[in-house]
């Protein structure tokens, strides 16, 4: 079974960072796209931040100068890295992935369980 663990978040003060992991585990063919997205409270979820096959990269406006996306496809692990992060940036940080499962070439969109980062001002 193919599923999405996460780490990394945590309570941390305006103006610091914090770095947010994601890594598929199970059997992969390959990996079309990781991403995180993060819902608030009282809000809809939206994308962070995603990086497909090709290392091309997407961002919100509210975070493209501050966070950094990469990917190591060896480890099937996603990375976002998280500075001077505000107290609006508090929310429930959720791992995206589209990959092709093994052995059936299912393709699959997975949600990890999510992780909280807290930002306190």
């Known amino acids: 079974q193919v599923q999405l663990v996460e780490s990394g978040g945590g309570l941390v003060q305006a103006g610091g960072s914090l770095r947010l992991s994601c890594a598929a585990s199970?059997?992969?063919?390959?990996?079309?796209?990781m991403g995180w997205y993060r819902q608030a409270p009282g809000k809809q979820r939206e994308l962070v931040a995603r990086i497909i096959n090709s290392g091309r990269t997407n961002f919100a406006d509210s975070v493209r100068d501050r966070f950094t996306i990469s990917r190591d496809n060896a480890k099937n692990t996603v990375y976002l890295q998280m500075n001077s992060l505000k107290p609006e940036d508090t929310a429930v940080y959720y791992c995206?992935?589209?990959?092709?499962?093994?052995?059936?070439?299912?393709?699959?969109?997975?949600w990890g369980q999510g992780t909280l980062v807290t930002v306190s001002s």
């Open positions: 199970g059997s992969i063919f390959g990996i079309d796209s």
């Open positions: 995206n992935a589209a990959l092709v499962a093994a052995p059936s070439y299912r393709y699959l969109e997975l």
